[in-house]
Nanobody
Framework: QVQLVESGGGLVQAGGSLTLSCSASGRAFSSYAMGWFRQAPGKERELVAA????????NYGDAVKGRFRISRDNAKNMVYLQMNSLKPEDTAVHYC????????????????WGQGTQVTVSS
């Protein structure tokens, strides 16, 4: 069982930056792929970024490539999402999730989810 708690969301102006953090419980954290997903009102949930168990592989959604960076610290059971050059269309609830496999970009593989943190970007 893994419990995930996100933090770091908030209100920021377009062009600004935010860093989201995800704290994970559970001894097996270092063996799980981790991902950040987001869902805006009226839209489907989408992958923002994913990282493999070791941090050696990453993947980004097309909308955030070149602006966001995912990282993890297995010693601290933490995952981060550095978000730069934020745009109003980045406004959404952002979720941290864990997949019970070494790496995945498929949302269906992610079995554990946090409660989400709101990111709002004003124009």
């Amino acid at each position: 069982q893994v419990q995930l708690v996100e933090s770091g969301g908030g209100l920021v102006q377009a062009g600004g930056s935010l860093t989201l953090s995800c704290s994970a419980s559970g001894r097996a954290f270092s063996s799980y792929a981790m991902g950040w997903f987001r869902q805006a009102p009226g839209k489907e949930r989408e992958l923002v970024a994913a990282i493999s168990w070791s941090g050696g592989s990453t993947n980004y959604g097309d909308a955030v490539k070149g602006r966001f960076r995912i990282s993890r610290d297995n010693a601290k059971n933490m995952v981060y999402l550095q978000m730069n050059s934020l745009k109003p269309e980045d406004t959404a609830v952002h979720y941290c999730a864990a997949a019970v496999k070494p790496y995945s970009v498929q949302s269906g593989d992610y079995k554990y989810w946090g409660q989400g943190t709101q990111v709002t970007v004003s124009s």
